[in-house]
T-cell receptor, first 112, second 113 residues
């Protein structure tokens, strides 16, 4: 069966420090992968999506970047975190029918 | 552009009472509609989805939702809530050929004894 792993679950980082969040999917091949962010009091916002290795689309301009070095690995990064980067980050993927979105357990990022 | 509105930010119901969470969307084409639940500190779980066909959709955990095209709504219902249903509920809209979803801002459900 397919599973999605996202880590770490929680992260506290100082302003100006780098960031790397990792997401991996098992049990499927060539998934579409997504990074979402939920800021406090707001809905989910799509940050990046990827349809294949090395193919990244950014939905909103921001201080973050994403990479997909392998088919089932999706990484969210920042060179220098801002206070406004705090939030709950969710990795997600779509299955073979491309209609159902499955989410990881999320990473709660606090930038202090 | 498509949009999703969940007009209720927070709802409190008694355990055993019925529940209805509202969701309205704005989109020109026939949408795909989803309800997700997010338990505290966890990721999202798909409750149910509507693609086509019967407008009354059954989901997991005893939830159902009805697609009403004339009202552009996809409200989530449960006849009798349990304390474990306390969570954040998100409505989402997608459309054919593009699996990216637009989410509502969520409704927080609190259950009181």
């Amino acid at each position: 069966s397919q599973t999605i792993h996202q880590w770490p679950a929680t992260l506290v980082q100082p302003v100006g420090s780098p960031l790397s969040l990792e997401c991996t999917v098992e049990g499927t091949s060539n998934p579409n992968l997504y990074w979402y962010r939920q800021a406090a009091g707001r809905g989910l916002q799509l940050l990046f999506y990827s349809v294949g290795i090395g193919q990244i689309s950014s939905e909103v301009p921001q201080n973050l970047s994403a990479s997909r070095p392998q088919d089932r690995q999706f990484i969210l990064s920042s060179k220098k975190l801002l206070l406004s980067d705090s939030g709950f980050y969710l990795c997600a993927w779509t299955g073979g029918d491309r209609k159902k979105l499955f989410f990881g357990s999320g990473t709660q990022l606090s930038v202090l | 552009a498509q949009s999703v509105t969940q007009p209720d930010i927070h709802i409190t119901v008694s355990e055993g009472a019925s529940l209805e969470l509202r969701c309205n969307y704005s989109y020109g084409a026939t949408p795909y509609l989803f309800w997700y639940v997010q338990s505290p500190g966890q990721g999202l779980q798909l409750l149910l989805k509507y693609f086509s066909g019967d407008t009354l959709v059954q989901g997991i955990k005893g939830f159902e939702a009805e697609f009403k095209r004339s009202q552009s709504s996809f409200n989530l219902r449960k006849p009798s809530v349990h304390w474990s249903d306390a969570a954040e509920y998100f409505c989402a809209v997608g459309f054919f050929g593009n699996e990216k979803l637009t989410f509502g801002t969520g409704t927080r459900l609190t259950i009181i004894p």
